[in-house]
């Protein structure tokens, strides 16, 4: 029995990349999922390879950016399982460009994703931890947190704002909650897709091709955190490709 045996886990971003690939890996090892996103014929058909395996599953349109929906993917946590243990808040949004494009209207969407969508979910579980006495919040951050690159301020600036927040988290969290981070670095998501400065994409994917490590890398790492012992607290975890400087 692992330490994830019967968890109760909620994701967010399940429908591709790291979120998906970490509920496959948590499913496996014997989780019970609550997956969110707003693709749900992508949430349907993992729903449907976890259950295939033998996994139990639970699905809900998502958009972090409305606290209603984070609320609701809890509520779904409690009503279909009983409980909720972990909230992996993994959605987030990187439509980078330089701050000369002036691309305002992506800026708002970036905090609205990865800020507000964190403090949305956080909003929605912590009074549900509280009342079960036990909780886990881990939260999908970047490299970006730790170094800030031509045309990723914005984006640097608001994964720098989830650290703060997650490390602020866990010093109020108290004895019975654990506060987890974790950093990717190049990874081979979709991430380069969403930059609408054709320059700055065609530098990303360059640079996912040449160094970019797989989804299933993060997801081993948000597994080594929540299958620890109960007073066991992994704080923050940086995982990267060995070439990226």
């Known amino acids: 029995m692992s ?34 996103a707003r693709r749900t014929e992508r949430l349907a058909e993992l729903a449907g390879r976890i259950e295939k395996a033998g996994g139990e599953v639970a699905y809900l349109r998502t958009d972090v950016t409305r606290s209603d929906d984070l609320r609701a993917l809890v509520a779904l946590a409690g009503e279909r399982f009983g409980r909720l243990d972990v909230l992996l808040s993994n959605a987030g949004v990187g439509t980078v460009s330089p701050l000369d494009d002036l691309r ?43 170094r ?18 997650c490390e602020g988290l866990r010093q109020e969290a108290g004895p019975a909650l654990r ?37 299933a890398a993060i997801a081993r790492a948000v597994v080594f955190a929540v299958e620890q012992p109960a007073d066991v607290d992994v704080n923050e975890i940086v995982v990267r490709p060995t070439a990226q400087s």
């Open 104 to 146: 305002t209207d992506e800026w708002d969407h970036m905090v609205d994703v990865n800020i507000k969508g964190l403090l949305h979910g956080i909003g929605a579980a912590l009074p549900v931890f509280r009342a079960q006495g036990a909780g886990h919040f881990v939260t999908t951050a970047s490299t970006a947190a730790y």
């Open 179 to 215: 506060v987890t981070t974790v950093s990717p670095g190049v990874t081979d998501t979709g991430f380069a897709d969403a930059s609408s400065n054709e320059r700055v994409r065609a530098g990303i994917s360059r640079m996912r091709d040449e160094l970019a490590i797989p989804p």
């Open 3 to 36: 330490g994830i045996q019967g968890k109760v886990v909620a994701v967010t971003g399940a429908s591709s990349g790291i979120g998906e690939a970490a509920a496959l890996a948590l499913a496996e090892r014997g989780a019970r999922l609550v997956l969110g």
């Open 148 to 165: 800030v690159v031509p045309a990723m301020a914005v984006y640097a600036g608001t994964k720098v704002a989830v650290r703060a927040i």
